[in-house]
């Protein structure tokens, strides 16, 4: 069965640091997504990609986040400057199509540490 | 996104039916009800979704209230590996393709 995949699984980073996070969805899907979760906290939407332009963005998704679909293939995440409140797991997702009935399909995501 | 509530936490044993509850008693015609678990350190999984009728899926059944206004999310044999978090989302035919999580169910199983 088709999956979505992340690296790095695991990041550690300093404080003011950029890091790209990198997701390759499932390869027929348009629609792509990142979330995030705070250790102990619920999932939070971060922001939705499709045809090369962010359809819509959380208050989180501030200017030091921006996202690419640099190919075909990869989806990232970049933090321009890293900050201790960044530490989370990161989510990928991509569905087929951006109806609400659509499957969201996850990746293992990856834990990002800010030191 | 219409709001939804579910208990914190709920406790099972192994090869018994489970039964998760969901309110959503603003729930608008539109809305669907999706049901997302995340497994220990795993992204979220689609369980199901629904809007009027009972679903059922090879994972689990959603059984709709009349009124719409509550859900229930049935695993009909649950095993160890249906450990995990359980999401009850509404989402809006029309609406954003977010997926808007709340705390969901934390449901262990016993061996």
């Known amino acids: 069965e088709p999956e979505v995949t992340q690296t790095p699984s695991h990041q550690v980073t300093q404080m003011g640091q950029e890091v790209i996070l990198r997701c390759v969805p499932i390869?027929?899907?348009?629609?792509f997504y990142w979330y995030r979760q705070i250790l102990g906290q619920k999932v939070e939407f971060l922001v939705s990609?499709?045809?090369?332009?962010?359809?819509?963005k959380s208050e989180i998704f501030d200017d030091q986040f921006s996202v690419e679909r640099p190919d075909g293939s990869n989806f990232t995440l970049k933090i321009r400057s890293t900050k201790l409140e960044d530490s989370a797991m990161y989510f990928c997702?991509?569905?087929?199509?951006?109806?609400?009935?659509?499957?969201?399909?996850f990746g293992p995501g990856t834990r990002l540490l800010v030191l | 996104d219409a709001k939804t509530t579910q208990p914190n936490s709920m406790e099972s044993n192994e090869e018994e039916p489970v039964h998760l509850p969901c309110n959503h008693s603003?729930?608008?015609?539109?809305?669907?009800i999706h049901w997302y678990r995340q497994l220990p350190s795993q992204g979220p999984e689609y369980v199901i979704h629904?809007?009027?009728s009972n679903v059922n899926n090879r994972m689990a059944s959603l059984a709709i209230a009349e009124d719409r206004k509550s859900s229930t999310l049935i695993l009909h044999r649950a095993t160890l590996r249906d450990a995990a978090v359980y999401y009850c989302?509404?989402?809006?035919?029309?609406?954003?393709?977010?997926?808007?999580f709340g705390q969901g169910t934390r449901l262990t199983i016993n061996p």
């Open positions: 997702a991509s569905s087929a199509q951006g109806w609400t009935v659509e499957t969201q399909y």
């Open positions: 390869s027929n899907h348009l629609y």
């Open positions: 990609f499709y045809n090369n332009e962010i359809s819509e």
């Open positions: 603003t729930i608008s015609g539109t809305d669907y």
């Open positions: 629904g809007l009027t």
């Open positions: 989302i509404l989402r809006d035919k029309g609406g954003a393709q977010k997926l808007v």
